[in-house]
């Protein structure tokens, strides 16, 4: 079955460490895009991908750092320099339809990143 | 920039009866997409329903359909013959039409318990 896949599921992370979140799709979609969602919010864009080898910032790209370099797989790193990473991320893909918009997004399961 | 707004925090409904959930936004934008997706308690993310905003007919999926009126900005979702698999934040979000469109812009969510 084709999906996105998530993981870990729950992740912990150390003061001044960088945490690594993989996010891997088999549905053949051009774009991936990764989320963040605090409680209470809706889903806040971090990084996103409409090709490999490219990503551009969202709206909250600071403290995080991606890769593409492969059209399956979109890994994020949360670096230390993010100060507040505690909460749940998800990470989602897209086709790319007619005129090159992107089709809506489907989701993975997500990651549970909490401070120790 | 837009902005979408989901003014019910929290909803419920009677199990087999119909609710409304309600989002409005802002754009400056003609064409465009607007969704609805559900959030269960697996915290997966499902799209419900979409939207284009040059269709004037009110898109449905079996038990959901929506309200869309573009002159008001509006954008609500009804679901009839509400079931317990019903129960779940429920997002709205916006995306713009056109190429190299890749960003939805998420309301903060409606928590609806189906209440047997």
């Known amino acids: 079955d084709g999906g996105i896949t998530q993981s870990p599921k729950y992740l912990f992370r150390k003061e001044g460490q960088n945490v690594t979140l993989s996010c891997e799709q088999n549905?053949?979609?051009?774009?991936m895009y990764w989320y963040r969602q605090d409680p209470g919010q809706g889903l806040r864009l971090i990084y996103y991908?409409?090709?490999?080898?490219?990503?551009q910032k969202g709206d909250i790209a600071e403290g995080y750092s991606v890769s593409r370099e492969k059209k399956e797989s979109f890994p994020l790193t949360v670096t230390s320099a993010q100060k507040n990473p505690t909460a749940f991320y998800l990470c989602?893909?897209?086709?790319?339809?007619?005129?090159?918009?992107?089709?809506?997004?489907?989701f993975g399961d997500g990651t549970r990143l909490s401070i120790l | 920039a837009q902005t979408v707004t989901q003014s019910q925090p929290e909803m419920s409904v009677q199990e087999a009866e119909t609710v409304t959930l309600s989002c409005t936004y802002d754009?400056?934008?003609?064409?465009?997409?607007l969704f609805w997706y559900k959030q269960p308690p697996s915290r997966q993310m499902i799209l419900v329903i979409r939207q284009e905003a040059y269709k004037q007919q009110n898109a449905t999926e079996n038990r959901f359909s929506v309200n869309f009126q573009k002159a008001a900005k509006s954008f609500s979702l009804k679901i009839s013959d509400s079931q317990l698999g019903d129960t779940a934040m429920y997002f709205c979000a916006f995306m713009k039409s056109g190429a190299g469109s890749y960003q939805l812009t998420f309301g903060k969510g409606t928590k609806l318990s189906v209440i047997p």
């Open positions: 989602a893909s897209s086709i790319r339809g007619l005129q090159g918009s992107n089709q809506p997004q489907h």
């Open positions: 549905l053949n979609h051009d774009a």
């Open positions: 754009t400056s934008e003609s064409n465009y997409y």
């Open positions: 991908s409409q090709i490999v080898n490219d990503f």
